[in-house]
């Protein structure tokens, strides 16, 4: 039982805790006990020194008849529980209280017996005088014996208090910590096991426990996201490759079944295409993983980004011209930033290529670039239908493609791509359902040059 108690850490940090609280109650109370004694003793040292020095200083001034006066004087009605008494040469009591042999010369603690209250403690000051006679000054010490047995009483009544409690803190301190970290363990037991629905719980009073708690809680809706997301992504790559591998596999097994249907060039084009094909995918993958682990090379410089978009715009005019679409440039001069210009530019291009993907027979695509306040944002527009609400933020997941059935060309990769590379030069992308259509905006920071005038897509 000892050894398990030891062995958890509530218990401990609550043990160690009682001890030093106990321990220093204890040195402090029986500091103030001999502080206390030492103070009661002092104070009656001090009475009996200021009754036994005037008459010690007036015998030695040689008039013996005036100290036994003074000494018979302060017998009388004297109320301070002091006594007074004059001893000879010969130890012989001449005059006085104290009728018994004559204590030693100096400070002592003596016993007087008292035929009504028995025997009484006393503290006594001898001094001897010039002609061989002693003075004795007694204070009586039951008062300061009683004040001290009460206050020892009451200092190991303290001390009992003080265990008990410590002992019900050790109890209660380790209940209590083992009651806020035991969901902690049951959680983590709960995911260790493959649950990742499992939550710590979070009480009203957001303390420390409870800031845990939410942290370990967002941890787990992240990883559970990921793994959610993971589980997504294996699916969607076997689809993908289902798909193209299936192709394949056909035309060889017609190629194999009737070789006089198709010629070797037709086989070997089409084995080479749909390999491209996947090769394509995985690289993607891997650009992407690239550009989020910090991994791909990047040099970061100043660059005009509006001049930039105007050139890419310029080259895909005509791929847009073909598939019947119309692409313009909206772009204001001097938007400088910083930025990897490889990257920044196949950024617009996925998402250029997107729209190209994306729009109908007859869109209008139109590419802006202006300085809102202390960004650039760079927009494209298409004149279609827009993306619902709900998917406004998963379009930019790997492999997520609103065309259920994957129709269409394409991995759901070109906006990951996006997402990653902004992520990387400290820019952001978003989307949104605007008046004129679908809008995809990037946002960069800028160098620090002058805001222009915001103008809408």
Same mark, same amino acid.
């Given at each position: 039982?000892?050894?398990r108690?030891?062995?958890?850490a509530?218990?401990?940090?609550?043990?160690?805790t009682?001890?030093?609280?106990?321990?220093?109650?204890?040195?402090?109370?029986?500091?103030?006990?001999?502080?206390?004694?030492?103070?009661?003793?002092?104070?009656?040292?001090?009475?009996?020194?200021?009754?036994?020095?005037?008459?010690?200083?007036?015998?030695?001034?040689?008039?013996?008849?005036?100290?036994?006066?003074?000494?018979?004087?302060?017998?009388?009605?004297?109320?301070?529980?002091?006594?007074?008494?004059?001893?000879?040469?010969?130890g012989?009591?001449?005059?006085?209280?104290?009728?018994?042999?004559?204590?030693?010369?100096?400070?002592?603690?003596?016993?007087?017996?008292?035929?009504?209250?028995?025997?009484?403690?006393?503290?006594?000051?001898?001094?001897?005088l010039?002609?061989?006679?002693?003075?004795?000054?007694?204070?009586?010490?039951?008062?300061?014996?009683?004040?001290?047995?009460?206050?020892?009483?009451?200092?190991?009544?303290s001390?009992?208090?003080?265990?008990?409690?410590?002992?019900?803190?050790?109890?209660?301190?380790?209940?209590?910590?083992?009651?806020?970290?035991?969901?902690?363990?049951r959680?983590?037991?709960?995911v260790?096991?493959?649950?990742?629905?499992?939550?710590?719980?979070?009480?009203?009073r957001?303390?420390?426990?409870?800031?845990?708690?939410?942290?370990?809680?967002?941890?787990?809706?992240?990883?559970?996201?990921?793994?959610?997301?993971?589980?997504?992504?294996?699916?969607?790559?076997?689809?993908?490759?289902?798909?193209?591998?299936?192709?394949?596999?056909?035309?060889l097994?017609?190629?194999?079944?009737?070789?006089?249907?198709?010629?070797?060039?037709?086989?070997?084009?089409?084995?080479?295409?749909?390999?491209?094909?996947?090769?394509?995918?995985?690289?993607?993958?891997?650009?992407?993983?690239?550009?989020?682990?910090?991994?791909? @090379?990047?040099?970061?410089?100043?660059?005009?980004?509006?001049?930039?978009?105007?050139?890419?715009?310029?080259?895909?005019? @005509?791929?847009?011209?073909?598939?019947?679409?119309?692409?313009?440039?909206?772009?204001?001069?001097?938007?400088?930033?910083?930025?990897?210009?490889?990257?920044?530019?196949?950024?617009?291009?996925?998402?250029?290529?997107?729209?190209?993907?994306?729009?109908?027979?007859?869109?209008?695509?139109?590419?802006?670039?202006?300085?809102?306040?202390?960004?650039?944002?760079?927009?494209?527009?298409?004149?279609?239908?827009?993306?619902?609400?709900?998917?406004?933020?998963?379009?930019?997941?790997?492999?997520?493609r609103?065309?259920?059935a994957?129709?269409?060309?394409?991995?759901?990769?070109?906006?990951?791509?996006?997402?990653?590379?902004?992520h990387?030069?400290?820019?952001?992308?978003?989307?949104?359902?605007?008046?004129?259509?679908?809008?995809?905006?990037?946002?960069?920071?800028?160098?620090?040059?002058?805001?222009?005038?915001?103008?809408?897509?």
């Amino acid at each position: 039982m000892t050894g398990r108690f030891w062995q958890r850490a509530s218990y401990r940090i609550a043990a160690t805790t009682a001890s030093i609280l106990a321990t220093a109650a204890f040195v402090l109370g029986g500091g103030g006990l001999l502080l206390t004694q030492y103070h009661i003793r002092h104070a009656l040292d001090a009475r009996i020194a200021a009754a036994s020095d005037p008459l010690v200083a007036l015998a030695k001034t040689g008039d013996e008849e005036g100290t036994r006066r003074a000494i018979a004087a302060a017998v009388v009605g004297r109320e301070d529980q002091l006594a007074i008494a004059l001893f000879d040469s010969q130890g012989r009591h001449i005059l006085g209280e104290l009728k018994v042999s004559r204590p030693a010369l100096g400070w002592s603690d003596v016993t007087f017996y008292d035929p009504v209250e028995g025997n009484d403690p006393a503290r006594v000051l001898a001094t001897d005088l010039p002609n061989g006679e002693r003075i004795v000054v007694a204070g009586n010490r039951r008062p300061l014996e009683t004040a001290s047995e009460a206050i020892s009483w009451l200092w190991a009544f303290s001390a009992g208090v003080i265990l008990i409690l410590s002992v019900s803190l050790v109890v209660l301190l380790g209940r209590y910590l083992d009651s806020r970290l035991e969901p902690i363990t049951r959680t983590s037991d709960a995911v260790i096991a493959g649950d990742l629905s499992h939550r710590v719980p979070v009480s009203h009073r957001r303390d420390e426990f409870d800031r845990v708690a939410i942290s370990l809680n967002t941890m787990l809706d992240r990883i559970s996201e990921l793994m959610a997301n993971l589980r997504g992504i294996a699916g969607d790559i076997a689809h993908d490759l289902r798909t193209p591998l299936g192709r394949l596999r056909t035309r060889l097994e017609t190629a194999s079944a009737d070789p006089a249907s198709i010629s070797r060039e037709d086989v070997v084009e089409t084995t080479i295409a749909t390999i491209d094909e996947i090769l394509a995918l995985f690289h993607a993958v891997l650009r992407i993983s690239e550009i989020e682990d910090g991994g791909a @090379p990047q040099v970061r410089n100043e660059l005009d980004l509006g001049r930039l978009a105007v050139e890419i715009v310029e080259a895909m005019q @005509p791929v847009f011209e073909d598939a019947g679409l119309a692409l313009s440039a909206d772009v204001t001069p001097d938007l400088t930033t910083l930025g990897d210009r490889d990257q920044l530019a196949s950024a617009i291009i996925n998402v250029l290529e997107n729209a190209l993907a994306h729009s109908s027979m007859g869109a209008i695509v139109v590419l802006s670039a202006l300085r809102n306040g202390d960004h650039i944002e760079l927009k494209v527009c298409d004149s279609g239908p827009g993306v619902p609400a709900e998917d406004l933020e998963r379009i930019f997941d790997r492999f997520v493609r609103l065309d259920a059935a994957r129709s269409k060309p394409g991995h759901g990769l070109g906006l990951s791509l996006v997402r990653a590379v902004m992520h990387a030069n400290h820019g952001t992308v978003g989307a949104s359902n605007e008046p004129r259509g679908f809008v995809i905006t990037l946002r960069f920071a800028t160098t620090g040059l002058r805001t222009l005038e915001n103008r809408q897509c």
